[in-house]
């Protein structure tokens, strides 16, 4: 029995304009009672352009859904043209930041040095990174997948501070599962969660690696997410297309009434 709170996020993408955002936000919130939103943390990722509507209607109605951006600059301010800084998602009362996704890594050659430049930002920025790591299928293929990922997450926390690593969500995403409808099994997604939660402990030890809470990301929906959530070392689950429907991502969210913790 883990005493760690699961954490369902749902990231846009880009997807949906401010109106069909504050429609997606006010829909989610009617779906939920005020206990479901209590036993798992709910979260929403919108594009920027989003997250002053979903502020206004998270404050206004006091939701109780959380919700952050979907990535960061790693500077604090300054001339960096179309760059978003830390402290201005901080301003509009985001709690996390997604760093690393793996479109980012593919379409916008992000390294595992600017990975982790950008989770020191968002901790000074007193933003939660949801630091995502993942496989393409030709590593899985070679079955390097396990060393690929926990690779990634050496490199990620480099020189971070126990207690900020205590606070991070990493989401273990198989580039191969996203969008695909290609879901890994179960045992897939413990398979790597459970190697980096034992690579934390070999780094960190055991209390620190105990406190982070590992997602499962790549073709979540409400149909597998209580066999995903019923392995021992996943605390939750990054979706994408399912979130962009109110219903769907509020029986994600549901999931502990089929599954036992
Ligand atoms: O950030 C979310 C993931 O990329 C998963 O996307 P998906 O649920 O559409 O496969």
Redesign the pocket.
Known sequence: MTTRKPII?G?W?MNLNHFEANLLIQKLAASLTPAQLDAVETVV?PPFTDLRTVQTAVDGDKLGIAYGAQDISQHASGAYTGEIAGSMLAKLGCSYV?IG???RREYHNETDELVNAKIKAAFTAGLTPIF?VGEGLSVREESAHVGHCTSQVDAGLDGLKEDQIKQIVI?Y?PVW????GKTATPDDAQEVCGAIRARLVEKYGAEVAEAVRIQY?????AGNIASIMAQPDVDGA??????LDAEGFAAIVRFPEHVAR
Do not use: M
């Open positions: 996020a990231n993408k990722l997604v996704h793996s479109e995502c989401a995403e599962a996203i969008g695909t990301g790549g073709s979540v929906k990054l979706v994408g297309g399912a979130a």
